[in-house]
Nanobody
Framework: VQLVESGGNSVQAGGSLTLSCVIS????????LGWFRQIPGKEREGVAA????????YYANSVRGRFTLSRDIGKSVFYLQMHGLRPEDTAMYYC????????????????????WGQGTQVTVS
């Protein structure tokens, strides 16, 4: 299984970015998928997640209404669209996959995820 993120960049506050995560070795509609972020010295924070069947989509309170998670199952890619970016959104962003279908209450816990990408940096100034 391999996950590869892209799309990170430096943007001004209020700007937008779309992160992509290409997955190989598993189907997007078989497992719970998530986006996390991390800044140095802090724990990895769950940002958004989606179960195998696409609903519901979970969001951290800090990003709800600004970020949107979506999937393209045919292309084996899932996305994180980010709007209204704030300096506090600055972090390394990671995509991850569980080995369970449902995300449940553990969706924001990094330990629940088995496979991870290498990360893509988002900087908001």
């Amino acid at each position: 299984v391999q996950l590869v993120e892209s799309g990170g960049n430096s943007v001004q506050a209020g700007g937008s970015l779309t992160l992509s995560c290409v997955i190989s070795g598993l189907r997007l509609d078989d497992y719970c998928l998530g986006w996390f972020r991390q800044i140095p010295g802090k724990e990895r924070e769950g940002v958004a997640a989606v179960p195998y069947d696409g609903s519901p989509t979970y969001y951290a309170n800090s990003v709800r209404g600004r970020f949107t998670l979506s999937r393209d199952i045919g292309k084996s890619v899932f996305y994180l669209q980010m709007h209204g970016l704030r300096p506090e959104d600055t972090a390394m962003y990671y995509c991850a996959a569980q080995r369970s279908q449902y995300c449940g209450n553990g969706w924001k816990h990094a330990d629940e995820y088995r496979d991870w990408g290498q990360g893509t940096q988002v900087t908001v100034s």
